[in-house]
């Protein structure tokens, strides 16, 4: 093993550990996201991709293109699971650079000083409890609902469809919770001024996606 990958091995393990503690002490998880050097940046870059690409497969399973797939004769169970990886894949790496661009520039507005990087990683991080949901709503919608939930006038138009709807928008409330947090641990700010930055960040994300829905 050479110096620089014993250097580099326990910041490693030490991000790794931090991924999976994101959803139980936030706080202490982006308040490390202040050491924003190169050594301690590529030491997190492989767990925060996962979360990102995991993010984005859940996050196009809920669009409103998902929910007509199997209209689509030539579609079966397993090319939508395809076509989720790789739509998937692209969805949550742009939105991973247009949200963290978003916020950083919305950030630098109100006097923060950090780095288009640091906003990303934030980003990246807040991402986690939509990479959870593709691993428990998901099996569960589809265990209930089967095919019907990428297929118009399915047994998913009824009550069960709309908690299942209410439980994604959940996810996606804790994941914004937790981007506040992560803006208000990285600059120190207090919670209105942090929720005030994420708002604006995420109005415009917001408006695509309801665009998108109509």
């Known amino acids: 093993m050479t110096a ?75 090319l939508v699971a395809v076509w989720a990886f790789l739509g998937g894949g692209v969805y949550g790496i742009a939105a991973y650079w247009l949200l963290g661009a978003l916020v950083y520039g919305v950030a630098y507005a109100f006097g923060g000083l950090g780095s288009y990087r640091r906003a990303r990683h934030v980003v990246g991080f807040a991402a986690a409890p939509l990479a959870l949901s593709l691993f428990i709503l998901w099996p569960i919608g589809i265990a209930a609902f089967g095919g019907d939930l990428f297929r118009s006038g399915g047994s998913d138009g009824g009550n069960g469809g709309g908690v299942f709807t209410l439980a994604q928008l959940a996810f996606g409330a804790w994941a914004a919770t937790l981007l506040v947090i992560g803006v208000r641990a990285v600059h120190g700010w207090t919670r209105l001024r942090s929720l005030a930055v994420v708002a604006l960040a995420l109005a415009p994300v917001a408006l695509l996606v309801l665009v998108e829905r109509l």
């Open 4 to 78: 620089q990958a014993q250097r580099t091995a326990p910041l490693e393990r030490e991000w790794l550990l931090r991924t999976l503690l994101v959803l139980q002490r936030p706080r202490a998880v982006f308040a490390a996201l202040r050491d924003d050097d190169d050594a301690g940046a590529a030491a997190r870059q492989e767990p925060m991709t996962a979360l990102v690409l995991l993010a984005g497969v859940a996050g196009v399973l809920s669009t409103s293109v998902a929910g007509h797939l199997l209209d689509d004769p030539d579609f079966d169970g397993l």
